[in-house]
């Protein structure tokens, strides 16, 4: 038996989820499919369990893409204050825990059975643990074969996300649609992930492993201030995370350790005012003193402030303030929080998500070419995008 809907979203993630409430609003006949037996798993597992939704500094310089563009329009048709005032309406307490970045009081899983009591409001049809086999265009109508049925729409929108975290998964049937409807794909690659390193910074981050500081991390006029955090895998922590969407291999990354200070100017300072105090224990009032410990070693600087000369201690302020290092690598999808790369949106209409190629095509959410700085922008992109597909599809 084949079954006839006006839309068909494959993907219940957020992006599917808002699309099928919106387009359910509008009367149409909808139905949501996913492979999962859980319905949003990436929601839930965010931000700690408490999900990071959105951002209230949500602003088109928030994203990457290689068409900057094309985000203004979908932000512009459903912003964050929307959002907010959905999740008011449904009496979800949340707070901002800093840099605009808004999280539930409670749990992700309010986010989750929100977005499905509005589904379920719109008459929308969700059906779990659906592997489609196949998609097929004939006659401006989209044929969709899966493990148990068939089903036929006119509009059919793609929600399937990008590759990070497989275990949850991810997978790239988003990007197969894509190339089998002719559209092409920005190279994708793991995004907001924590990077690796040879050996001589690895066992400098295992003796570190656990301290956290805020640092600046930048590549070249791009940087971030937040904190960065050593692992017995590398460094972590929203810096690094930040930073990690702009990295190509071979780039070098500056690190400033004590963002606050100009630790040369303060040394020079330190040696006429009190040239008694050892230099360790300088070192270590203004970084912490395990990490104070191994960066006076490594400069072999020990003893007396007196007793240094300047060149030694700027080259020791210059691995405090600029320290350089270079990845050789991420940790990959495994732990990468979004996609880089996917979808060209120079094929998509930003006005309503549908293919320029293919009408009744629609792709939203992280399958495109659309990344979020760490934050609640990611999640803003679904809903925003969901919305504009609701409107169209």
Known sequence: MTEKYDVIIIGAGAAGLMSAIEAGKRGRKVLLVDHAKKIGEKIRISGGGRCNFTNINTHPSKFISKNPKFIISALSQYTQGDFINLIKKHNIKFHEKKLGQLFCNDSAQQIIDM????????????????????????????????????????????????????KIGASKFGYEIAKKFKLDIIETLPALVPLTFSEKILTMCNELSGLSLEAVVSINKIFFEEGMLFTHRGLSGPSILQISSYWKLGDDIQVNLSPKLDIFNFLESEKHSNPKQDINNIISEIIPKRLAYIICKENNVNGNISELSNKLLKQLSRSINTWVINPTGSEGYRTAEVTLGGVNTNEISSKTMMSKKNPGLFFIGEVMDVTGHLGGYNFQWAWSSGFVAGQYA
Request: glycine fraction near 4%; include cysteine; hydrophobic fraction near 40%.
């Open 115 to 166: 977005l499905l009591l509005e589904c379920q409001m719109a008459k929308v049809t969700l059906k779990k643990e659906i592997i489609v086999l196949d998609v097929d265009k004939k006659d401006n109508q989209y044929f969709i074969t899966t493990n148990s049925d068939k089903y036929f729409c006119n509009s059919l929108i793609i929600a399937t996300g990008g590759l990070s975290i497989p």
